[in-house]
């Protein structure tokens, strides 16, 4: 089975410092993380960076598309997915790469972002997990790069939900912490896939939750969960 630490950083330390920064990276680090979570997207010239929405206003200030704007007119707090990833070989971090395509690059979005890290991922650092939200976005990773691990995104577990996770081969299930119960995390923990939760801030539900069967929590918070797990 996948094995992921108990938690995951949330697009860095994003109770703390800018999402999905290396600013962020760093402080998740110093406050105990060992993996973070980010999302790669590709800019109109098919630079692939490190952002979640579909439009930098509300990170940046800027009121335009991502997938509208080429790399060099981003700011500069915008790293690209290489300069995250030499960041993560400076602290040591490992990562869960979300792939978080613009609307009609699911597939482009998913070869850019494995090709990557065939060139450039640390041998020192874990291999990295793939997930997202696309099944498209984790078929095509599959095909171009089977070697590396993924895991479905659901917002909801559904009842078609491990029939998707077997379509694009995953090994691991990411899912919406508040909305999952304990019958479902039993079944996805019987059918053998590592369960992750976000996006989990509150200590005491996150004991809860790993006492459910739980294997990691990502949170904007890394070290108060950590705190709150270290107590169980």
Same mark, same amino acid.
């Given at each position: 089975?996948?094995?992921?630490?108990?938690?995951? /950083?949330?697009?860095?330390?994003?109770?703390?410092?800018?999402?999905?920064?290396?600013?962020?990276?760093?402080?998740?680090?110093?406050?105990?993380?060992?993996?973070?979570?980010?999302?790669?997207? !590709?800019?109109?010239?098919?630079?692939?960076?490190?952002?979640?929405?579909?439009?930098?206003?509300?990170?940046? /200030?800027?009121?335009?598309?991502?997938?509208?704007?080429?790399?060099?007119?981003?700011?500069?707090?915008?790293?690209?997915?290489?300069?995250?990833?030499?960041?993560?070989?400076?602290?040591?971090?490992?990562?869960? &790469?979300?792939?978080?395509?613009?609307?009609?690059?699911?597939?482009?979005?998913?070869?850019?972002?494995? /090709?990557? !890290?065939?060139?450039?991922? @640390?041998?020192?650092? @874990?291999?990295?997990?793939?997930?997202?939200?696309?099944?498209?976005?984790?078929?095509?990773?599959?095909?171009?790069? @089977?070697?590396?691990?993924?895991?479905?995104? !659901?917002?909801?577990?559904?009842?078609?939900?491990?029939?998707?996770?077997?379509?694009?081969?995953?090994?691991?299930?990411?899912?919406?912490?508040?909305?999952?119960?304990?019958?479902?995390? &039993?079944?996805?923990?019987?059918?053998?896939?590592?369960?992750?939760?976000?996006?989990?801030?509150?200590?005491?539900?996150?004991?809860?939750?790993?006492?459910?069967?739980?294997?990691?929590?990502?949170?904007?918070? @890394?070290?108060?969960?950590?705190?709150?797990?270290?107590?169980?």
């Amino acid at each position: 089975m996948l094995q992921l630490p108990k938690v995951i /950083g949330h697009r860095g330390a994003a109770a703390y410092a800018p999402e999905n920064t290396l600013a962020s990276f760093r402080e998740a680090w110093r406050r105990g993380a060992t993996w973070v979570e980010i999302d790669v997207k !590709l800019t109109a010239d098919g630079v692939p960076i490190v952002m979640h929405d579909e439009s930098l206003k509300r990170t940046m /200030g800027v009121d335009r598309l991502v997938a509208e704007t080429p790399r060099a007119d981003l700011p500069a707090e915008v790293p690209t997915f290489e300069q995250a990833i030499v960041c993560f070989a400076e602290l040591g971090l490992g990562c869960n &790469v979300e792939i978080k395509p613009c609307q009609g690059r699911e597939q482009e979005t998913a070869r850019v972002t494995v /090709g990557t !890290l065939r060139r450039s991922w @640390p041998g020192q650092l @874990p291999p990295p997990l793939l997930s997202s939200f696309k099944d498209a976005s984790l078929a095509a990773a599959r095909e171009a790069a @089977p070697e590396f691990v993924r895991a479905i995104l !659901l917002d909801e577990i559904k009842d078609d939900w491990r029939q998707r996770a077997e379509a694009v081969g995953a090994a691991g299930v990411n899912t919406n912490g508040k909305r999952l119960t304990a019958v479902q995390a &039993v079944a996805i923990r019987k059918a053998g896939y590592a369960l992750s939760v976000y996006t989990i801030n509150d200590g005491d539900v996150a004991r809860a939750l790993v006492g459910m069967g739980v294997d990691c929590v990502i949170t904007d918070a @890394p070290d108060v969960i950590l705190q709150a797990l270290s107590s169980r």
